[in-house]
């Protein structure tokens, strides 16, 4: 399992109430070692199955016998102390009764909200898998922000309040919308805009780490009007004013596509329009886009609705009923008879080429194969599966095919 597949899967956890609990049991199944949580007091938050009680650092593990109160709570403090100075340096290993402990620090927003701690680490500090170690402390800083209602939400000001009504469907008439925005200054509708929606596959992305460097990275720009939170997606409203060959402004900042990439984010955008009564039909075609770009552009995750409006009217129209295998392209059916035979990969260079538009320096690179030996390959697979590359009727036959494949034959 690598690093993000480590977090997905640590990140479930954030839809149930004893969150803490399930990453501590769930962290000591993936990595083997039993782990506590606790507060920034030291009061211990959840501790994992292999966790002995008498593991714990806390003041009845620290101080044995009979003491006055002042003496107990100077020595208290001075312990205490000297430990946070320890993890300060986060992360640390020590010793305590002859038990090795690695401690680390989690924050959010630069504040301490905890410390993790695992007992019994056998491990060296050179030998720390730093790696998931972050990943961990990540997810349980977000964790405790999440059960003690800290997360960052977006203020509710006139727009977003607007763009909520109007995708929800609470805005379905133009007199509704005139009498929302009678007397709101900031209220000015953009002669050509376009909805975003921006989303992480099987999380609501509120609750990743990705949601506060978008929120960061959105301060910082002018391009749009507003965004909000709505059904586990960031809904974005922006200004538009790109020629329809060219890609909207916001594709064009390269810091931005970085960001997305980077954080494995899906992103589908709308057609433009000049109505603000059309938000809810754009909401559901930059949703769309997005679903469609989850399944079609594995390097970007980017997609247009203008992109996928085929395959979403196919995927709405009833399945036809006997078998599938019927409607399929020959050619395709072909490829994947011939690779199943000859363990060859035909159908993944024809996957890419699709994904890629039929690009082919796209897809070679994507293939870490040079233009030169995909050309071969295309030429190879002309002459057994009959493909005419240049015949727009057959590509679209294929297109189609590859559609059902994913969407009405996947088990």
């Given at each position: 399992m690598d690093i993000r597949e480590l977090e997905y899967e640590l990140l479930k956890v954030l839809y149930d109430n004893r969150r803490i609990q399930l990453l501590a049991d769930r962290v000591e199944a993936l990595t083997g070692y039993p782990?506590?949580?606790?507060?920034?007091?030291w009061d211990a938050l959840a501790l994992s199955p292999g966790v002995h009680p008498e593991e714990l650092v806390k003041k009845s593990a620290l101080f044995s016998g009979k003491q006055d109160k002042r003496q107990f709570y100077q020595e208290y403090c001075e312990k205490k102390a000297e430990i946070t100075h320890l993890i300060a340096k986060s992360p640390c290993i020590r010793t305590i009764?002859?038990?090795?402990?690695?401690?680390?620090?989690?924050?959010?927003?630069?504040?301490?909200?905890?410390?993790?701690?695992?007992?019994?680490?056998?491990?060296?500090?050179?030998?720390?898998?730093?790696?998931?170690?972050?990943?961990?402390?990540?997810?349980?800083?977000?964790?405790?922000?999440?059960?003690?209602?800290?997360?960052?939400n977006i203020s509710n000001t006139n727009w977003e309040r607007i763009l909520l009504k109007l995708i929800n469907h609470s805005i379905t008439d133009i007199s509704t919308l005139e009498h929302e925005i009678k007397g709101n200054s900031e209220i000015t509708a953009p002669s050509r805009f376009r909805i975003y929606v921006l989303r992480i596959?099987?999380?609501?992305?509120?609750?990743?780490?990705?949601?506060?460097?978008?929120?960061?990275y959105f301060q910082g720009i002018q391009t749009f009007r507003c965004w909000i939170q709505y059904e586990g997606c960031i809904v974005l409203l922006s200004d538009d004013q790109s020629a329809p060959s060219e890609d909207p402004a916001l594709l064009q900042d390269s810091a931005f596509l970085r960001l997305i990439r980077e954080n494995g984010i899906l992103l589908g955008y709308s057609e433009a329009s000049d109505r603000l009564l059309d938000c809810a039909g754009l909401y559901y075609q930059a949703k769309t886009a997005a679903h469609f770009a989850d399944r079609?552009?594995?390097?970007?995750?980017?997609?247009?609705?203008?992109?996928?409006?085929?395959?979403?009217?196919?995927?709405?129209?009833?399945?036809?009923?006997?078998?599938?295998?019927?409607?399929?392209?020959?050619?395709?059916r072909l490829i994947q008879e011939y690779d199943q035979a000859h363990e060859t990969r035909y159908m993944s260079i024809l996957t890419t080429l699709v994904g890629n538009?039929?690009?082919?320096t796209n897809t070679a690179n994507q293939l870490f194969i040079h233009k030169s030996t995909l050309t071969y390959h295309m030429k190879k697979m002309s002459s057994l599966f009959q493909i005419d590359w240049d015949d727009l009727e057959q590509m679209l036959h294929v297109q189609l095919t590859l559609f059902m494949m994913q969407t009405f034959l996947r088990s």
């Open positions: 782990v506590y949580f606790t507060s920034v007091n009764h002859g038990v090795p402990y690695l401690f680390a620090n989690a924050a959010l927003d630069s504040s301490h909200v905890g410390t993790v701690v695992f007992p019994r680490y056998p491990k060296a500090f050179e030998e720390i898998n730093r790696p998931v170690l972050d990943v961990i402390l990540r997810v349980f800083a977000i964790c405790v922000s999440a059960s003690l209602g800290y997360l960052q596959r099987g999380i609501d992305i509120t609750l990743t780490p990705a949601y506060k460097l978008l929120s960061d079609w552009n594995a390097e970007l995750h980017v997609a247009s609705y203008e992109s996928c409006k085929l395959y979403d009217l196919l995927y709405h129209v009833q399945s036809p009923t006997g078998s599938l295998q019927l409607f399929m392209s020959d050619s395709v538009r039929f690009s082919l």
